[in-house]
């Protein structure tokens, strides 16, 4: 009954969030269309194509302040083709002013590396953004947030939803995020735009917390739990760890030269010891914190919620699919690099279809390349009944 009751309360946040946010709700709701439309029916994915990506999801740059134990892109971000690579306003305003004439607008997410890096430029792109109906996600580690200026100038230029990755209490967060002070400056942050939002006033952004779960911080998630209930904050998001088994790799690589694209930089998001959870104690902490009631809504896992069995195959079988459904991201959802190369996955960034300075967004999404590869995801689909193999662990398709 608490659980139920726990639940209803929850959907109840949701909806008010919802009313509150209509412009980024709407958003929202588009992309959950079109991804239940072509999981459920695939053969849609070709039929019925997406005419312009509902999501865009921008990389600014290649750089991060943090050294994050379970951050493949990181080490993604270091290689020669991307290392101090960064998009700057001139590269972002025509994007913009494109996806302004559409018929539909996506939201836009920007994130890194760490994108407050960027700082007023930032602030001027998502300001451009809020004048034309765009709405706007910023993905960071929240640690430069800490200076009240940026978090004040963020909070006005009109951003939908500011998502801030917590791991932990303040040694588990540290720890983890490689550097003494990223726990502080992250929780100095979240006052900081707190504050902004009471003095302009704003009820925007939506504040988020995002948290990882691996064996690093999955003991401490009850305390960073009774951490952030007094916080100003509307959403906590759990989400699963992204990784690729040894298995999947090779399988991936294979396909990868038989299809005759670079082979992917997978090893970097092996994170074997994070694997390493105690299912049983994971599932009995999850059980207790949907239980909870908060002023703040929460969101938890997408393979059956608190399900030991389930967890365990999650984290130990990580070749085994767990998700009979197509990954749809590449068909709705275009992902944009430092190096402004258009590609369908952030986390796979070698299959490229264009670049926003050669050409137009809608031009590029509808190119043949861009038709060729997802053919080939399809009949890949069609064949197995899976996804490629270094996505069955992966956060688009899970959170």
């Not at 992309?31 to 921008?58: H, K, M, N, Q, W």
């Not at 068909?331 to 796979?348: A, E, K, N, Q, R």
Request: aromatic share 10%.
């Amino acid at each position: 009954m608490r659980k139920a009751v726990a639940r209803l309360r929850n959907a109840l946040i949701v909806a008010s969030l919802a009313s509150r946010n209509p412009r980024f709700a709407r958003a929202i709701a588009a992309r959950r269309f079109f991804e239940a439309l072509y999981t459920r029916v695939p053969r849609l994915c070709s039929a019925l194509p997406c005419p312009y990506p509902v999501e865009v999801v921008i990389a600014l740059t290649s750089r991060c302040q943090l050294n994050c134990s379970m951050c493949g892109i990181r080490r993604v971000m270091a290689q020669p083709e991307f290392r101090g690579s960064r998009l700057d306003p001139a590269d972002i305003f025509p994007l913009i002013d494109e996806i302004a004439g559409w018929t539909f607008k996506p939201y836009i997410k920007f994130t890194g590396g760490e994108p407050l890096l960027l700082r007023e430029d930032l602030v001027e792109m998502v300001e451009a953004c809020h004048l034309r109906g765009i709405p706007t996600r910023v993905s960071t580690n929240g640690c430069l947030l800490s200076r009240g200026e940026l978090a004040h100038a963020l909070v006005k230029s009109g951003l939908d939803v500011l998502t801030i990755s917590l791991d932990g209490p303040p040694d588990v967060h540290n720890a983890i995020r490689g550097r003494t002070y990223a726990f502080s400056l992250a929780m100095r942050g979240i006052e900081n735009i707190a504050t902004a939002k009471a003095s302009l006033p704003s009820h925007t952004p939506l504040l988020q917390v995002s948290t990882v779960i691996h064996a690093g911080n999955q003991s401490s998630l009850k305390e960073l739990f009774k951490i952030l209930r007094p916080l100003p904050i509307q959403w906590w998001n759990l989400q699963l760890l992204n990784f690729v088994s040894p298995e999947a790799d090779k399988e991936a690589r294979d396909l990868a030269r038989e299809w005759g694209y670079r082979e992917g930089p997978w090893s970097f998001f092996s994170n074997e010891p994070l694997r390493g959870i105690d299912a049983e104690a994971l599932a009995r902490d999850i059980a207790w914190i949907e239980a909870q009631q908060t002023p703040f809504a929460k969101s938890v896992l997408r393979i059956g919620g608190s399900d030991q069995r389930r967890l365990e195959q999650y984290y130990y079988e990580g070749g085994r699919p767990l998700k009979e459904k197509i990954c749809a991201v590449p068909f709705f959802s275009l992902h944009i690099v430092p190096t402004g190369d258009m590609v369908f996955c952030i986390d796979y960034p070698y299959v490229v279809y264009g670049n926003i300075r050669q050409g137009s967004l809608r031009r590029e999404w509808v190119s043949e390349e861009a038709k060729k590869y997802r053919k080939r995801l399809l009949g890949y689909y069609s064949r197995t009944g899976k996804n490629l193999p270094q996505c069955s662990r992966c956060n688009w398709l899970f959170n």
